[in-house]
Protein backbone atom coordinates (compact mmCIF):
# COMPACT_ATOMS: atom_id res chain seq x y z
CA UNK A 1 0.00 0.00 0.00
CA UNK A 2 0.48 3.53 -0.50
CA UNK A 3 2.58 4.70 3.01
CA UNK A 4 3.79 8.45 1.88
CA UNK A 5 3.31 10.94 -1.06
CA UNK A 6 6.26 13.49 -1.09
CA UNK A 7 5.41 16.13 -4.18
CA UNK A 8 7.81 19.22 -5.24
CA UNK A 9 7.26 21.82 -7.82
CA UNK A 10 4.67 20.13 -9.40
CA UNK A 11 2.16 22.60 -11.39
CA UNK A 12 0.19 24.89 -7.94
CA UNK A 13 2.51 22.70 -5.84
CA UNK A 14 5.47 23.66 -4.32
CA UNK A 15 6.32 21.12 -1.44
CA UNK A 16 3.58 18.75 0.07
CA UNK A 17 4.36 15.49 2.18
CA UNK A 18 1.04 13.12 2.28
CA UNK A 19 1.50 10.70 4.56
CA UNK A 20 -2.08 7.85 4.09
CA UNK A 21 -2.90 4.60 5.97
CA UNK A 22 -5.07 2.12 5.24
CA UNK A 23 -8.44 1.86 5.05
CA UNK A 24 -11.03 4.70 3.08
CA UNK A 25 -9.39 8.18 2.56
CA UNK A 26 -10.83 11.16 0.88
CA UNK A 27 -9.56 13.69 -0.93
CA UNK A 28 -12.09 17.20 -1.00
CA UNK A 29 -11.59 20.51 -2.33
CA UNK A 30 -12.86 23.23 -4.01
CA UNK A 31 -12.44 23.36 -7.97
CA UNK A 32 -8.87 24.25 -9.17
CA UNK A 33 -7.41 23.52 -5.43
CA UNK A 34 -5.59 21.22 -7.00
CA UNK A 35 -7.17 17.96 -6.52
CA UNK A 36 -5.66 16.22 -9.86
CA UNK A 37 -2.34 17.32 -9.66
CA UNK A 38 -2.40 14.47 -6.46
CA UNK A 39 -3.82 12.17 -9.10
CA UNK A 40 -1.16 13.65 -11.97
CA UNK A 41 1.31 12.58 -9.11
CA UNK A 42 0.56 9.09 -8.62
CA UNK A 43 0.50 8.65 -12.30
CA UNK A 44 4.01 9.66 -12.50
CA UNK A 45 4.96 7.60 -10.04
CA UNK A 46 3.10 4.41 -11.76
CA UNK A 47 4.89 5.21 -14.78
CA UNK A 48 2.60 6.64 -16.91
CA UNK A 49 4.04 9.61 -19.63
CA UNK A 50 5.36 12.63 -17.94
CA UNK A 51 3.45 16.02 -19.24
CA UNK A 52 6.56 18.26 -18.34
CA UNK A 53 4.19 21.55 -18.39
CA UNK A 54 3.38 20.49 -15.33
CA UNK A 55 6.39 21.92 -13.51
CA UNK A 56 6.32 24.70 -11.56
CA UNK A 57 6.62 28.13 -13.14
CA UNK A 58 10.03 29.40 -12.45
CA UNK A 59 11.32 26.15 -11.72
CA UNK A 60 13.89 23.73 -13.57
CA UNK A 61 12.54 20.56 -12.46
CA UNK A 62 9.55 18.91 -10.48
CA UNK A 63 10.15 15.61 -8.43
CA UNK A 64 7.66 12.87 -6.81
CA UNK A 65 8.13 10.28 -4.26
CA UNK A 66 6.22 7.58 -3.41
CA UNK A 67 6.76 5.07 -0.19
CA UNK A 68 4.66 1.67 -1.15
CA UNK A 69 4.44 -1.44 1.56
CA UNK A 70 5.47 -4.34 -0.51
CA UNK A 71 5.48 -6.73 2.31
CA UNK A 72 2.37 -8.83 1.00
CA UNK A 73 3.32 -8.30 -2.68
CA UNK A 74 5.18 -11.37 -3.98
CA UNK A 75 4.20 -10.34 -7.09
CA UNK A 76 5.94 -7.01 -6.53
CA UNK A 77 9.01 -8.41 -5.02
CA UNK A 78 9.21 -10.99 -7.92
CA UNK A 79 9.78 -8.20 -10.48
CA UNK A 80 11.84 -6.42 -8.46
CA UNK A 81 14.55 -9.84 -8.20
CA UNK A 82 14.10 -9.38 -12.25
CA UNK A 83 15.22 -6.29 -12.70
CA UNK A 84 17.88 -6.52 -9.95
CA UNK A 85 16.14 -3.36 -7.55
CA UNK A 86 17.71 -3.93 -4.04
CA UNK A 87 15.26 -4.25 -1.32
CA UNK A 88 15.15 -5.52 2.34
CA UNK A 89 12.08 -7.49 3.61
CA UNK A 90 11.92 -8.13 7.25
CA UNK A 91 9.38 -9.70 9.70
CA UNK A 92 7.70 -6.15 9.56
CA UNK A 93 7.36 -4.82 6.42
CA UNK A 94 9.38 -4.32 3.09
CA UNK A 95 9.52 -0.55 1.44
CA UNK A 96 9.62 0.58 -1.79
CA UNK A 97 10.76 4.18 -2.59
CA UNK A 98 9.65 5.20 -5.94
CA UNK A 99 11.20 8.61 -7.55
CA UNK A 100 11.26 10.33 -10.60
CA UNK A 101 12.04 13.49 -11.37
CA UNK A 102 11.18 15.78 -14.51
CA UNK A 103 13.67 18.70 -16.30
CA UNK A 104 12.32 21.37 -18.16
CA UNK A 105 14.51 19.95 -20.46
CA UNK A 106 12.27 17.38 -21.44
CA UNK A 107 14.22 14.55 -19.96
CA UNK A 108 13.40 12.43 -16.59
CA UNK A 109 15.15 10.47 -14.01
CA UNK A 110 13.38 7.42 -12.34
CA UNK A 111 14.86 5.37 -8.71
CA UNK A 112 13.52 2.62 -7.29
CA UNK A 113 15.20 1.95 -4.61
CA UNK A 114 17.98 4.56 -5.62
CA UNK A 115 18.53 2.43 -8.24
CA UNK A 116 18.28 4.21 -12.22
CA UNK A 117 15.38 2.51 -14.14
CA UNK A 118 13.54 2.97 -17.74
CA UNK A 119 10.13 4.26 -17.47
CA UNK A 120 8.68 0.86 -19.38
CA UNK A 121 9.93 -1.13 -16.08
CA UNK A 122 8.65 1.62 -13.80
CA UNK A 123 4.55 1.06 -15.64
CA UNK A 124 5.03 -2.82 -15.39
CA UNK A 125 5.58 -2.23 -11.96
CA UNK A 126 3.74 0.77 -10.80
CA UNK A 127 0.02 -0.94 -13.12
CA UNK A 128 0.82 -3.53 -10.15
CA UNK A 129 0.64 -1.13 -7.35
CA UNK A 130 -1.79 1.40 -7.82
CA UNK A 131 -5.32 1.13 -9.66
CA UNK A 132 -6.09 4.64 -11.10
CA UNK A 133 -9.92 4.89 -12.09
CA UNK A 134 -11.46 8.05 -13.37
CA UNK A 135 -13.42 9.42 -15.65
CA UNK A 136 -10.74 10.25 -18.17
CA UNK A 137 -8.37 8.00 -17.89
CA UNK A 138 -8.29 4.96 -20.17
CA UNK A 139 -9.27 2.21 -17.91
CA UNK A 140 -8.98 -1.57 -18.36
CA UNK A 141 -13.09 -1.52 -18.62
CA UNK A 142 -12.40 0.34 -22.44
CA UNK A 143 -9.91 -2.55 -23.52
CA UNK A 144 -11.87 -5.64 -24.55
CA UNK A 145 -8.81 -7.40 -23.71
CA UNK A 146 -8.88 -7.08 -20.21
CA UNK A 147 -12.32 -8.39 -19.96
CA UNK A 148 -11.36 -12.36 -19.84
CA UNK A 149 -9.20 -11.10 -17.14
CA UNK A 150 -12.00 -9.79 -15.04
CA UNK A 151 -13.64 -12.93 -15.74
CA UNK A 152 -11.00 -15.41 -14.52
CA UNK A 153 -10.03 -12.87 -11.36
CA UNK A 154 -13.59 -13.77 -10.10
CA UNK A 155 -14.11 -17.83 -11.33
CA UNK A 156 -10.42 -17.71 -9.55
CA UNK A 157 -8.90 -19.48 -12.56
CA UNK A 158 -5.57 -18.29 -12.63
CA UNK A 159 -3.73 -21.77 -11.88
CA UNK A 160 -5.66 -23.11 -14.80
CA UNK A 161 -5.39 -19.84 -16.98
CA UNK A 162 -1.44 -20.40 -16.01
CA UNK A 163 -1.15 -24.10 -17.33
CA UNK A 164 -3.26 -23.01 -20.70
CA UNK A 165 -0.74 -21.09 -21.00
CA UNK A 166 1.91 -22.94 -20.54
CA UNK A 167 0.54 -25.50 -22.82
CA UNK A 168 0.23 -22.92 -25.38
CA UNK A 169 3.55 -22.07 -25.43
CA UNK A 170 4.75 -25.81 -25.30
CA UNK A 171 2.19 -26.63 -28.50
CA UNK A 172 3.71 -23.40 -30.26
CA UNK A 173 7.15 -24.62 -29.79
CA UNK A 174 6.32 -27.63 -31.36
CA UNK A 175 4.33 -26.15 -33.88
CA UNK A 176 7.78 -23.76 -34.75
CA UNK A 177 10.10 -27.08 -34.88
CA UNK A 178 7.88 -28.84 -37.36
CA UNK A 179 7.43 -25.82 -39.64
CA UNK A 180 11.25 -25.67 -39.44
CA UNK A 181 11.82 -28.92 -40.29
CA UNK A 182 9.77 -29.11 -43.15
CA UNK A 183 11.16 -25.71 -44.23
CA UNK A 184 14.92 -27.43 -43.84
CA UNK A 185 13.55 -30.27 -45.69
CA UNK A 186 12.52 -28.42 -48.77
CA UNK A 187 15.77 -26.58 -48.72
CA UNK A 188 17.83 -29.87 -47.44
CA UNK A 189 18.95 -31.20 -50.94
CA UNK A 190 20.38 -27.88 -52.15
CA UNK A 191 21.91 -26.93 -48.56
CA UNK A 192 23.69 -30.69 -48.82
CA UNK A 193 24.62 -29.92 -51.93
CA UNK A 194 26.45 -25.97 -51.35
CA UNK A 195 27.68 -27.45 -47.97
CA UNK A 196 29.46 -30.97 -49.56
CA UNK A 197 31.09 -28.78 -52.18
CA UNK A 198 33.01 -26.18 -50.04
CA UNK A 199 33.29 -29.12 -47.82
CA UNK A 200 35.46 -30.91 -50.67
CA UNK A 201 37.09 -27.65 -51.49
CA UNK A 202 38.17 -26.81 -48.31
CA UNK A 203 39.26 -30.21 -47.79
CA UNK A 204 41.15 -30.95 -51.11
CA UNK A 205 43.43 -27.93 -50.28
CA UNK A 206 44.53 -29.65 -46.66
CA UNK A 207 45.21 -26.15 -45.08
CA UNK A 208 47.22 -25.85 -42.57
CA UNK A 209 47.64 -23.18 -40.08
CA UNK A 210 50.93 -21.11 -40.26
CA UNK A 211 51.57 -22.82 -43.86
CA UNK A 212 51.10 -19.33 -46.18
CA UNK A 213 54.19 -17.75 -43.79
CA UNK A 214 56.12 -20.93 -44.13
CA UNK A 215 55.97 -21.21 -47.42
CA UNK A 216 56.73 -17.39 -48.17
CA UNK A 217 59.63 -17.79 -46.11
CA UNK A 218 61.06 -20.81 -48.17
CA UNK A 219 60.15 -19.21 -51.87
CA UNK A 220 62.31 -16.31 -50.49
CA UNK A 221 65.00 -18.26 -49.77
CA UNK A 222 65.08 -20.02 -53.55
CA UNK A 223 64.82 -16.27 -55.26
CA UNK A 224 68.13 -15.44 -53.06
CA UNK A 225 69.21 -19.28 -53.57
CA UNK A 226 72.87 -17.90 -55.36
CA UNK A 227 73.45 -15.50 -53.36
CA UNK A 228 73.33 -17.34 -50.37
CA UNK A 229 75.65 -20.28 -51.57
CA UNK A 230 77.79 -17.66 -52.38
CA UNK A 231 77.86 -16.11 -48.46
CA UNK A 232 78.34 -19.28 -47.24
CA UNK A 233 80.78 -20.22 -49.48
CA UNK A 234 83.07 -17.35 -48.90
CA UNK A 235 82.18 -18.15 -44.89
CA UNK A 236 83.79 -21.76 -45.32
CA UNK A 237 86.41 -20.27 -46.85
CA UNK A 238 87.52 -17.54 -43.91
CA UNK A 239 86.72 -20.12 -41.38
CA UNK A 240 88.84 -22.94 -42.84
CA UNK A 241 89.10 -23.55 -46.16
CA UNK A 242 92.02 -20.92 -47.44
CA UNK A 243 95.48 -20.54 -46.41
CA UNK A 244 95.77 -18.21 -43.44
CA UNK A 245 91.70 -18.80 -42.40
CA UNK A 246 91.10 -18.16 -38.89
CA UNK A 247 90.92 -21.54 -37.91
CA UNK A 248 94.73 -21.97 -39.24
CA UNK A 249 95.95 -18.79 -37.27
CA UNK A 250 94.18 -19.80 -34.47
CA UNK A 251 95.87 -22.97 -34.63
CA UNK A 252 99.05 -21.36 -34.74
CA UNK A 253 98.39 -18.96 -31.52
CA UNK A 254 97.78 -22.33 -29.72
CA UNK A 255 101.21 -23.71 -30.25
CA UNK A 256 102.25 -20.17 -29.04
CA UNK A 257 100.54 -20.16 -25.94
CA UNK A 258 101.11 -24.25 -25.22
CA UNK A 259 104.94 -22.91 -25.55
CA UNK A 260 104.19 -19.93 -23.02
CA UNK A 261 102.71 -22.17 -21.03
CA UNK A 262 105.48 -24.19 -20.54
CA UNK A 263 107.10 -21.25 -18.88
CA UNK A 264 104.37 -19.41 -17.36
CA UNK A 265 101.31 -22.11 -15.63
CA UNK A 266 99.37 -18.62 -15.71
CA UNK A 267 98.89 -19.04 -19.44
CA UNK A 268 96.39 -22.24 -18.87
CA UNK A 269 93.59 -20.44 -18.74
CA UNK A 270 94.06 -17.92 -21.78
CA UNK A 271 95.28 -21.26 -23.63
CA UNK A 272 92.47 -22.90 -22.72
CA UNK A 273 90.10 -20.05 -23.78
CA UNK A 274 91.46 -20.20 -27.27
CA UNK A 275 91.24 -23.73 -27.45
CA UNK A 276 87.12 -22.83 -26.57
CA UNK A 277 87.22 -20.50 -29.23
CA UNK A 278 88.65 -23.19 -31.98
CA UNK A 279 85.57 -25.96 -31.08
CA UNK A 280 83.45 -23.11 -31.26
CA UNK A 281 84.62 -22.27 -34.80
CA UNK A 282 84.97 -25.71 -35.82
CA UNK A 283 81.25 -26.65 -35.03
CA UNK A 284 80.62 -23.51 -36.99
CA UNK A 285 82.79 -24.50 -40.10
CA UNK A 286 81.19 -27.84 -40.44
CA UNK A 287 77.67 -26.24 -39.50
CA UNK A 288 77.70 -23.77 -42.53
CA UNK A 289 79.50 -26.52 -44.64
CA UNK A 290 76.30 -28.56 -44.12
CA UNK A 291 73.50 -25.98 -44.17
CA UNK A 292 74.69 -24.77 -47.17
CA UNK A 293 74.39 -27.56 -49.20
CA UNK A 294 70.61 -26.81 -49.14
CA UNK A 295 70.84 -23.63 -51.17
CA UNK A 296 70.94 -25.21 -55.08
CA UNK A 297 68.63 -23.88 -57.05
CA UNK A 298 65.25 -25.22 -57.58
CA UNK A 299 62.82 -24.03 -59.95
CA UNK A 300 60.61 -26.61 -59.56
CA UNK A 301 59.83 -26.60 -56.08
CA UNK A 302 59.67 -22.64 -56.56
CA UNK A 303 57.01 -22.80 -58.66
CA UNK A 304 55.48 -25.22 -57.08
CA UNK A 305 55.13 -22.67 -53.91
CA UNK A 306 53.90 -20.12 -56.09
CA UNK A 307 51.15 -21.88 -56.89
CA UNK A 308 50.05 -23.12 -53.39
CA UNK A 309 50.29 -19.32 -52.27
CA UNK A 310 48.45 -18.43 -55.40
CA UNK A 311 45.22 -21.22 -53.93
CA UNK A 312 45.78 -20.26 -50.37
CA UNK A 313 45.04 -16.54 -51.02
CA UNK A 314 42.06 -17.35 -53.79
CA UNK A 315 40.67 -19.28 -50.76
CA UNK A 316 41.21 -16.07 -48.61
CA UNK A 317 39.67 -14.44 -50.85
CA UNK A 318 36.69 -16.28 -52.04
CA UNK A 319 35.72 -17.11 -48.00
CA UNK A 320 37.04 -13.49 -46.79
CA UNK A 321 38.78 -15.13 -44.38
CA UNK A 322 41.99 -16.40 -42.70
CA UNK A 323 43.32 -20.17 -43.01
CA UNK A 324 42.20 -20.18 -39.10
CA UNK A 325 38.75 -19.12 -39.74
CA UNK A 326 38.12 -21.21 -42.59
CA UNK A 327 39.39 -24.02 -40.80
CA UNK A 328 36.34 -23.14 -37.57
CA UNK A 329 33.81 -22.94 -41.04
CA UNK A 330 34.88 -26.03 -42.15
CA UNK A 331 34.25 -28.23 -38.75
CA UNK A 332 31.32 -25.86 -38.98
CA UNK A 333 29.79 -26.89 -41.96
CA UNK A 334 30.72 -30.82 -41.53
CA UNK A 335 28.71 -30.93 -38.43
CA UNK A 336 25.63 -29.37 -40.14
CA UNK A 337 26.27 -31.69 -42.62
CA UNK A 338 26.04 -34.56 -40.50
CA UNK A 339 22.94 -33.07 -38.99
CA UNK A 340 21.11 -32.45 -42.69
CA UNK A 341 22.12 -36.06 -43.44
CA UNK A 342 21.47 -37.42 -40.36
CA UNK A 343 18.71 -35.61 -38.81
CA UNK A 344 18.07 -36.38 -35.10
CA UNK A 345 14.06 -36.36 -35.39
CA UNK A 346 11.75 -37.54 -38.26
CA UNK A 347 8.76 -35.79 -39.86
CA UNK A 348 6.39 -38.00 -37.92
CA UNK A 349 8.08 -37.86 -34.54
CA UNK A 350 7.70 -33.67 -34.25
CA UNK A 351 4.36 -34.13 -35.85
CA UNK A 352 3.18 -36.61 -33.13
CA UNK A 353 4.69 -33.98 -30.44
CA UNK A 354 2.72 -31.40 -32.26
CA UNK A 355 -0.70 -33.48 -31.71
CA UNK A 356 -0.14 -34.58 -28.41
CA UNK A 357 0.58 -30.91 -27.15
CA UNK A 358 -2.44 -29.73 -29.24
CA UNK A 359 -4.47 -32.25 -27.56
CA UNK A 360 -3.81 -31.83 -24.34
CA UNK A 361 -3.98 -28.05 -25.08
CA UNK A 362 -7.33 -28.54 -26.44
CA UNK A 363 -8.69 -30.65 -23.38
CA UNK A 364 -7.79 -28.05 -20.94
CA UNK A 365 -8.72 -24.84 -22.75
CA UNK A 366 -11.83 -26.19 -23.06
CA UNK A 367 -12.44 -27.07 -19.30
CA UNK A 368 -11.40 -23.29 -18.74
CA UNK A 369 -14.04 -22.71 -21.35
CA UNK A 370 -16.78 -24.32 -18.93
CA UNK A 371 -15.37 -23.01 -16.48
CA UNK A 372 -15.21 -19.50 -17.49
CA UNK A 373 -18.91 -19.83 -18.29
CA UNK A 374 -20.22 -21.33 -15.30
CA UNK A 375 -18.66 -18.18 -13.39
CA UNK A 376 -19.57 -15.55 -16.37
CA UNK A 377 -23.33 -16.35 -14.66
CA UNK A 378 -22.78 -16.03 -11.20
CA UNK A 379 -20.48 -12.79 -12.12
CA UNK A 380 -23.72 -11.13 -14.09
CA UNK A 381 -25.87 -11.21 -11.42
CA UNK A 382 -23.47 -9.80 -8.71
CA UNK A 383 -22.38 -7.14 -11.14
CA UNK A 384 -26.27 -6.25 -11.25
CA UNK A 385 -27.15 -6.34 -8.05
CA UNK A 386 -24.16 -4.09 -7.39
CA UNK A 387 -25.01 -1.42 -10.02
CA UNK A 388 -28.92 -1.43 -8.84
CA UNK A 389 -27.86 -0.26 -5.47
CA UNK A 390 -25.35 2.09 -7.37
CA UNK A 391 -28.02 4.20 -8.77
CA UNK A 392 -28.19 2.17 -12.38
CA UNK A 393 -31.30 0.01 -11.98
CA UNK A 394 -32.84 -0.73 -15.10
CA UNK A 395 -28.87 -1.89 -15.82
CA UNK A 396 -28.40 -5.29 -17.43
CA UNK A 397 -24.93 -6.46 -17.57
CA UNK A 398 -24.13 -9.51 -19.79
CA UNK A 399 -20.45 -11.45 -19.68
CA UNK A 400 -20.40 -12.64 -23.21
CA UNK A 401 -18.41 -15.60 -24.24
CA UNK A 402 -17.64 -16.94 -27.98
CA UNK A 403 -15.39 -19.18 -29.14
CA UNK A 404 -12.60 -18.08 -31.51
CA UNK A 405 -12.48 -19.98 -34.77
CA UNK A 406 -9.94 -20.72 -36.82
CA UNK A 407 -10.45 -19.76 -40.75
CA UNK A 408 -9.02 -22.60 -42.43
CA UNK A 409 -9.27 -26.10 -42.48
CA UNK A 410 -7.04 -27.09 -39.59
CA UNK A 411 -7.89 -29.98 -38.06
CA UNK A 412 -8.87 -28.29 -34.63
CA UNK A 413 -11.61 -25.54 -35.39
CA UNK A 414 -10.44 -23.75 -32.49
CA UNK A 415 -8.12 -21.05 -32.46
CA UNK A 416 -5.71 -21.27 -29.89
CA UNK A 417 -4.57 -18.35 -27.53
CA UNK A 418 -2.33 -18.38 -24.31
CA UNK A 419 -5.68 -17.12 -22.49
CA UNK A 420 -7.32 -20.42 -24.22
CA UNK A 421 -10.37 -20.32 -27.08
CA UNK A 422 -12.41 -17.75 -25.42
CA UNK A 423 -13.26 -14.41 -26.59
CA UNK A 424 -14.68 -12.50 -23.74
CA UNK A 425 -16.81 -8.83 -24.17
CA UNK A 426 -19.16 -7.16 -21.25
CA UNK A 427 -22.56 -6.24 -22.41
CA UNK A 428 -24.36 -3.22 -21.10
CA UNK A 429 -28.03 -1.92 -21.47
CA UNK A 430 -28.72 1.14 -19.45
CA UNK A 431 -32.03 1.85 -20.35
CA UNK A 432 -35.00 -0.46 -20.29
CA UNK A 433 -35.92 -1.74 -23.83
CA UNK A 434 -32.59 -0.76 -25.10
CA UNK A 435 -30.46 -3.77 -26.96
CA UNK A 436 -26.78 -4.83 -25.22
CA UNK A 437 -24.40 -3.66 -26.70
CA UNK A 438 -20.24 -3.30 -26.07
CA UNK A 439 -19.24 -2.05 -22.69
CA UNK A 440 -16.57 0.15 -24.52
CA UNK A 441 -19.04 1.62 -26.61
CA UNK A 442 -22.49 2.76 -24.12
CA UNK A 443 -21.09 3.67 -21.16
CA UNK A 444 -20.32 6.77 -20.11
CA UNK A 445 -17.13 7.54 -17.48
CA UNK A 446 -19.65 8.08 -14.21
CA UNK A 447 -20.92 4.67 -15.33
CA UNK A 448 -17.29 3.13 -16.26
CA UNK A 449 -16.60 4.18 -12.23
CA UNK A 450 -19.87 2.97 -11.15
CA UNK A 451 -19.48 -0.45 -13.13
CA UNK A 452 -15.20 -0.64 -11.97
CA UNK A 453 -16.33 0.01 -8.28
CA UNK A 454 -18.83 -3.10 -8.47
CA UNK A 455 -16.37 -5.05 -10.61
CA UNK A 456 -13.86 -4.09 -7.50
CA UNK A 457 -16.40 -4.77 -5.04
CA UNK A 458 -16.53 -8.04 -6.21
CA UNK A 459 -13.20 -9.12 -6.81
CA UNK A 460 -11.78 -7.51 -3.76
CA UNK A 461 -10.53 -11.00 -2.46
CA UNK A 462 -8.48 -11.81 -5.33
CA UNK A 463 -7.56 -8.49 -6.87
CA UNK A 464 -3.36 -8.48 -6.53
CA UNK A 465 -3.74 -4.30 -6.36
CA UNK A 466 -4.02 -3.11 -2.78
CA UNK A 467 -4.26 0.66 -3.59
CA UNK A 468 -7.29 1.86 -5.75
CA UNK A 469 -7.96 5.22 -6.38
CA UNK A 470 -11.42 6.48 -7.77
CA UNK A 471 -11.56 9.87 -9.47
CA UNK A 472 -15.00 11.68 -10.74
CA UNK A 473 -16.75 8.80 -9.54
CA UNK A 474 -18.97 10.63 -8.25
CA UNK A 475 -20.50 11.71 -11.79
CA UNK A 476 -24.30 11.69 -12.20
CA UNK A 477 -24.87 10.94 -8.86
CA UNK A 478 -26.67 11.86 -5.69
CA UNK A 479 -28.57 11.30 -2.61
CA UNK A 480 -29.31 7.57 -1.91
CA UNK A 481 -26.57 6.19 -4.55
CA UNK A 482 -24.00 8.64 -3.38
CA UNK A 483 -24.70 6.99 -0.29
CA UNK A 484 -24.27 3.67 -1.58
CA UNK A 485 -21.18 4.92 -3.19
CA UNK A 486 -19.84 5.78 -0.22
CA UNK A 487 -20.37 3.22 1.95
CA UNK A 488 -19.32 0.37 -1.11
CA UNK A 489 -15.74 2.21 -0.47
CA UNK A 490 -15.57 2.40 2.85
CA UNK A 491 -16.03 -1.89 2.40
CA UNK A 492 -13.46 -2.20 -0.23
CA UNK A 493 -11.18 -0.08 2.02
CA UNK A 494 -11.24 -3.40 4.12
CA UNK A 495 -9.38 -5.12 2.14
CA UNK A 496 -7.72 -2.36 -0.23
CA UNK A 497 -6.35 0.57 0.42
CA UNK A 498 -8.93 3.22 -0.84
CA UNK A 499 -8.25 7.01 -2.23
CA UNK A 500 -11.14 8.87 -3.53
CA UNK A 501 -11.22 12.52 -5.29
CA UNK A 502 -14.98 14.04 -4.51
CA UNK A 503 -17.53 16.36 -3.45
CA UNK A 504 -20.18 14.59 -2.72
CA UNK A 505 -20.66 14.99 1.57
CA UNK A 506 -22.73 11.25 1.06
CA UNK A 507 -19.25 9.71 -0.58
CA UNK A 508 -17.03 11.72 2.41
CA UNK A 509 -19.26 10.54 5.63
CA UNK A 510 -18.01 7.15 5.32
CA UNK A 511 -14.34 8.17 4.45
CA UNK A 512 -12.16 7.02 7.78
CA UNK A 513 -9.24 9.69 6.62
CA UNK A 514 -10.46 13.26 5.26
CA UNK A 515 -7.56 15.26 3.28
CA UNK A 516 -8.65 18.67 2.21
CA UNK A 517 -6.76 20.52 -0.32
CA UNK A 518 -6.61 24.38 -0.33
CA UNK A 519 -5.49 26.84 -2.95
CA UNK A 520 -3.73 30.18 -1.37
CA UNK A 521 -2.32 33.08 -3.19
CA UNK A 522 1.05 35.02 -2.13
CA UNK A 523 3.37 37.33 -3.92
CA UNK A 524 0.94 36.98 -7.01
CA UNK A 525 2.16 32.81 -7.08
CA UNK A 526 -0.19 30.16 -6.25
CA UNK A 527 0.36 27.49 -3.97
CA UNK A 528 -1.61 24.17 -3.51
CA UNK A 529 -1.52 22.73 0.13
CA UNK A 530 -3.21 20.01 1.63
CA UNK A 531 -4.19 18.82 5.59
CA UNK A 532 -5.19 15.83 7.22
CA UNK A 533 -8.48 16.92 9.22
CA UNK A 534 -9.65 16.37 12.69
CA UNK A 535 -13.03 15.36 13.45
CA UNK A 536 -14.32 18.89 14.14
CA UNK A 537 -12.88 19.74 11.16
CA UNK A 538 -14.50 17.34 9.03
CA UNK A 539 -17.72 18.11 9.73
CA UNK A 540 -16.65 22.06 8.91
CA UNK A 541 -15.54 20.64 5.89
CA UNK A 542 -18.62 18.17 5.31
CA UNK A 543 -20.84 21.43 6.23
CA UNK A 544 -19.15 23.48 3.18
CA UNK A 545 -20.05 20.89 0.62
CA UNK A 546 -23.26 20.59 1.95
CA UNK A 547 -23.93 24.68 2.00
CA UNK A 548 -21.55 26.11 0.39
CA UNK A 549 -19.25 29.48 1.35
CA UNK A 550 -21.88 30.23 4.31
CA UNK A 551 -21.49 27.51 7.21
CA UNK A 552 -25.00 27.98 9.12
CA UNK A 553 -25.62 26.39 12.72
CA UNK A 554 -28.04 24.04 10.38
CA UNK A 555 -25.82 22.45 8.02
CA UNK A 556 -23.31 22.18 11.06
CA UNK A 557 -26.09 19.45 12.40
CA UNK A 558 -26.80 18.23 9.07
CA UNK A 559 -22.98 17.59 8.63
CA UNK A 560 -22.74 16.04 12.14
CA UNK A 561 -25.74 13.72 11.59
CA UNK A 562 -24.51 12.47 8.42
CA UNK A 563 -21.47 11.27 10.11
CA UNK A 564 -23.08 9.62 12.72
CA UNK A 565 -25.88 7.53 10.38
CA UNK A 566 -22.38 6.58 7.97
CA UNK A 567 -20.95 5.35 11.41
CA UNK A 568 -23.67 3.17 12.37
CA UNK A 569 -24.30 2.15 8.87
CA UNK A 570 -20.68 1.13 8.76
CA UNK A 571 -20.95 -0.61 11.97
CA UNK A 572 -23.53 -2.28 11.15
Known amino acids: MLLCLRITNLATIQHIELELEKGFSILTGETGAGKSIIIDAIHLISGKKADYSLIRSGESQASVEAVFDISALDNIQQLLQEFNIPFEPDDFSCELIIRRIIQKNNRQKIFLNDTSITRNKLEEIGKSLVNIHGQHDNQALLQISSHIHFLDGFGQ ?147 WINQRLSQIQDIHRKYNASTVDILKYLAQITKELDQLQNPSENEETLLEKVNLARQELHKKSERLSKLRHQAAKKLDQQVIQELQQLGMEKAVFETKLSLKV ?33 LVKVASGGELSRIMLALKTILTSVDLVKTMIFDEIDNGISGRVAETVGHKLCTLGQDQQTLCVTHLPQIVAFSEHHFAITKSMQNNATYTSIEILSHEQKVQELARLMGGSEITPQTINLASEMLERATQKINS
Do not use: M, W
Not at 191 to 206: A, R, T
Not at 228 to 254: C, H, P, V, W, Y
Open 157 to 303: LTDLCREVNNLHYTYQQHKKAYETFKQQLAERSEQIEKLSFQQKEIDDLQLQPGEENTLRQEAKILNHAEKLSFIFAKAQDELNEQEGSLIERLGTLQQQLKEAEAVDPHCTQFLQSLETCLYQLEDLHRDISNYANQYQENPERLE
Open 406 to 438: NPDDNPDAYQYSPSGIDHVEFLLSVNPGQELRS
